[in-house]
């Protein structure tokens, strides 16, 4: 099966500016999550999808970080405006049966911001 | 915060078992222990998962205490691809909560 698909994997943008990102999971995973790596820290959780809705979006940092996963199946997770704290590496991973298994990540999206 | 206390950094031959700790003494009786690792700047990787039991699969073999205070990962022969930070994670069972929480890892070397 297909893993979990980061676009892009790399972006390099202006403060100020808008960046989208997106995250396809593994086809029937209901489980979709955001995660992040700013330098030099820890992976921190962002926020839980189950299909469409908003498990729990306790990590997201501020308002300028919005997650829509819109049909339940791919997510988008758009920064406006970015600033450059926001610099780092975001993740996405998804899971079918949290308790089963382990969840599958992605190779991530590399964010720059200049 | 991590509930897990893991070595910063572990040495392990080539071809030999790689043993890594991890301290979970405040682990409660509905916690899985789960184990990751990244290799690079790659996304992390599953290796494996346990509530009380040990485990294994085709990647390694977790054992748990009896207490459950504390588990090892075995990797049972260990090749230069096995380096990496290795993370060892605690998390609920069941219901909907299901975030993990990464500290800093274990950065394991392989070596030839």
């Known amino acids: 099966e297909a893993g979990v698909t980061q676009f892009p994997s790399h972006s390099v943008i202006e403060k100020g500016q808008t960046v989208t990102l997106r995250c396809d999971p593994i086809?029937?995973?209901?489980?979709l999550y955001w995660y992040r790596r700013v330098m030099g820290k820890e992976i921190k959780f962002l926020l839980h999808f189950v299909k469409e809705s908003k498990q729990d979006e306790s990590g997201m940092p501020n308002n300028r970080f919005l997650a829509e996963r819109t049909g339940g199946t791919y997510s988008t997770l758009k920064v406006q405006p970015a600033e450059l704290e926001d610099s780092g590496v975001y993740f996405c991973a998804s899971s079918q049966d949290l308790d089963m298994y382990g969840y599958t990540f992605g190779s991530g999206t590399r964010l720059t911001v200049v | 915060d991590a509930k897990t206390t893991q070595p910063t950094s572990m040495d392990c031959a080539e071809g030999r078992a790689a043993n890594l700790p991890c301290n979970h003494s405040?682990?409660?009786?509905?916690?899985?222990v789960y184990w990751y690792r990244q290799i690079h700047s790659q996304g992390p990787q599953y290796i494996i998962h346990g509530l009380k039991n040990n485990e294994t699969n085709e990647m390694a073999s977790l054992i748990i205490t009896e207490d459950r205070k504390s588990s090892t990962l075995i990797l049972p022969h260990a090749t230069l691809r096995d380096t990496a930070v290795y993370y060892c994670i605690v998390r609920v069972r069941g219901g909907s909560q299901g975030n993990l929480i990464f500290g800093k890892g274990t950065k394991l070397s392989v070596k030839p």
């Open positions: 086809s029937g995973h209901d489980n």
């Open positions: 405040t682990i409660s009786g509905n916690e899985y």
